[in-house]
């Protein structure tokens, strides 16, 4: 599956060359910078360039699907997004914050558990660490911060953390724009 930067998914059988099985479009026409898959859900979260994360499903009848959650809260683009579990997301922004948000996939509402500053610059890219509870960011200021999501956090939602566990510095050059983590 691929997702196409105009708010659309495109299912290929790789078996056969060149053979797409399906194109989904979401209902909101925008511009993505980043989207992820669910594949326990069949959701995809796109990260635009409005501000927002939408959530939407490929499974929809007819071409279009209808948005069943719009993510808002971040005060620029969304440079990365990721389904950490079916019903937690996390996204990155230009507003130089990542962003945690809890899916109530029932109600198609959700609640922000949290807020993480700390990077001086635009945040691209966001993934989660082996290590349970913990996610690293890179970023236009060439540092990787590693920050540690509390277990309380769906307890006690919409706290402001202003403090990552580590920061790596030391990359030569103006950007980090990648992370893999192992």
Same mark, same amino acid.
């Given at each position: 599956?691929?997702?196409?930067? /105009? ?13 797409m099985l399906k194109r989904q479009f979401c209902e909101e026409e925008c511009i993505l910078y980043s989207g992820d898959f669910c594949q326990s859900t069949r959701l995809v ?15 929809? @009848? %007819? ?9 808002? %809260? /971040? *005060?620029?683009?969304?440079? *990365?997004?990721?389904? @950490?579990?079916? *019903? @937690? ?20 509402? !959700?609640?922000?558990? %949290?807020?993480? !500053? %700390? ?21 236009? *200021? ?16 919409n706290r402001v953390f202003n403090r990552s566990i580590e920061t790596l510095k030391g990359h030569m050059g ?7 983590? !192992?």
């Amino acid at each position: 599956m691929t997702i196409n930067a /105009h708010n659309f998914v495109e299912i290929w059988n790789l078996a056969v060359p060149s053979t797409m099985l399906k194109r989904q479009f979401c209902e909101e026409e925008c511009i993505l910078y980043s989207g992820d898959f669910c594949q326990s859900t069949r959701l995809v979260a796109s990260g635009t360039v409005f501000r927002t994360v939408l959530i939407w499903s490929i499974d929809s @009848l %007819g071409s279009h699907s209808p948005v069943k959650i719009k993510l808002e %809260g /971040h *005060d620029g683009v969304i440079f *990365d997004v990721r389904f @950490l579990r079916k *019903d @937690l997301v996390a996204s990155v922004s230009d507003d130089r914050s990542m962003r945690l948000w809890k899916l109530n996939l029932d109600s198609c509402t !959700y609640v922000q558990l %949290g807020e993480f !500053y %700390g990077h001086r610059s635009r945040i691209w890219k966001l993934r989660e660490l082996d290590y349970q509870g913990m996610i690293a960011t890179v970023c236009e *200021d060439a540092t990787c911060k590693i920050w540690e999501v509390p277990e309380d956090i769906e307890e006690k939602p919409n706290r402001v953390f202003n403090r990552s566990i580590e920061t790596l510095k030391g990359h030569m050059g103006r950007n980090i724009r990648a992370i893999t983590c !192992y």
